[in-house]
């Protein structure tokens, strides 16, 4: 799902497949797996949100004990050319292959 306002206009094929994983993990604890941010809205001055590469995954409809659980999966299996930060509010996901 996306978030109604949302810009994902430009969104890199690479984020598209995080998407998708994320999408299996969050199906695991029967929640949906929701964009809140894309290449829209306020980001830090060099944010992958600006070209493509980032997404944020909305958290406040599950348990806030789940939060760090989905994260950590979400990096394991996403693996080291991404970026998975559990923020207050969202989940920060980029492509950033070192
Ligand atoms: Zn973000």
Redo the contacts with the bound molecule.
């Keep these: 799902m996306i978030k109604p306002g949302v810009d994902v206009r430009g969104i890199q094929p690479e984020i598209l497949l995080a998407r998708i994983i994320a999408g299996e993990i969050f199906a695991r604890y029967g929640v949906a797996c929701i964009i809140t941010?894309a290449l829209d809205g306020k980001?830090s001055k060099n944010?992958k949100?600006y070209t493509g590469q980032?997404i944020?995954l909305r958290t406040r409809h599950m348990d806030a004990r789940l939060w760090p659980v989905v994260a950590e999966e979400l990096n394991k299996a996403l693996g080291p050319q991404y970026d998975v930060v559990l923020e207050s509010d969202?989940i920060?996901v980029e492509h950033d292959p070192k």
């Design positions: 941010s980001h944010s949100h980032a944020d969202h920060h």
